[in-house]
């Protein structure tokens, strides 16, 4: 097993945003988390990131307990997150953009080999390598917050909410290409939305994620047709 949450927990001051949380991830899988605004998806990732610090609980990846480590050792491990405000630099050009994701690396040709692949990933990154970050569209941006986490040559992607601000035509190819770079590169993602449809397209697996508490998890295609969830958050369809 690559990720493994046990019974985590977390608070801000006195209220509980996180209650037992436990979850898995195996190699080359996508799994999604999908809640509500205030569920506490985010929460989840900034400890697994290490930004925050559980109450309860602990975080194995590759069976090494992670949940004590600053972010930058958390990193280093071969876990990367894509925030939800993708948080490129927009005064940067795109291919800069992608360098700083490698920073850490010391393989020139390894980098010069990634930067090739991330522009054959995503062809209008190339196109757009000398403009900078802040003028390209929001679908763009994300593609660009995305090729810029896999330059560091990660294990695990986490990701938060990469529909936020997307048109539904972009949404679907922002969808397509995670799932496209999950399987030709093996990598693992951890996917946290409110667009549970596009969610449970991509995913294997899927928690639902409510008030803090897993309620369902299972395959997503079982998840999806589940009459709950159709109601929930598929709008009953």
Same mark, same amino acid.
């Given at each position: 097993m690559l990720l493994e949450v046990k019974g985590l927990s977390a608070h801000y001051a006195k209220a509980q945003? $996180?209650?037992? +949380?436990?979850? &898995?991830?195996? &190699?080359?899988? @996508?799994? #999604? +988390?999908?809640?509500?605004? /205030?569920? /506490?998806k985010t929460t989840l990732l900034r400890i697994i990131s290490g930004l925050k610090k559980p109450s309860a609980g602990e975080i194995y990846f590759e069976g090494k307990r992670i949940d004590? $480590?600053?972010?930058?050792? @958390? #990193? %280093?491990? /071969?876990?990367i997150q894509v925030p939800a405000n993708r948080m490129i630099v927009s005064t940067m050009t795109v291919l800069d953009n992608l360098r700083l994701g490698a920073h850490l690396r010391r393989d020139r040709e390894g980098i010069a080999k990634d930067l090739r692949e991330m522009y054959e990933n995503f062809p209008i990154l190339e196109?757009?390598?000398?403009?900078?970050?802040?003028?390209?569209?929001?679908?763009?941006?994300?593609?660009?917050a995305l090729a810029r986490a896999l330059m560091s040559r990660p294990r695990l992607v986490l990701m938060d909410e990469p529909s936020t601000g997307l048109s539904p035509l972009m949404v679907a190819e922002v969808g397509r290409q995670i799932a496209d770079v999950s399987q030709r590169l093996h990598i693992s993602i951890l996917l946290v939305e409110q667009n549970a449809r596009?969610?449970?397209? $991509?995913?294997?697996?899927?928690?639902?994620?409510?008030?803090? %508490? @897993?309620? $369902?998890?299972? %395959?997503?295609?079982?998840?999806?047709c589940d009459e709950r969830i159709q109601k929930s958050y598929l709008g009953g369809l």
């Open positions: 945003a $996180l209650d037992e +949380v436990s979850l &898995e991830i195996d &190699e080359g899988e @996508v799994v #999604t +988390v999908v809640g509500a605004n /205030g569920a /506490g004590r $480590l600053p972010a930058h050792r @958390v #990193t %280093k491990q /071969g876990i196109e757009r390598k000398a403009q900078l970050g802040g003028q390209l569209s929001g679908g763009q941006q994300q593609m660009l596009m969610a449970l397209r $991509l995913a294997d697996r899927a928690y639902i994620l409510e008030l803090g %508490k @897993v309620v $369902l998890q299972g %395959k997503a295609g079982d998840l999806a």
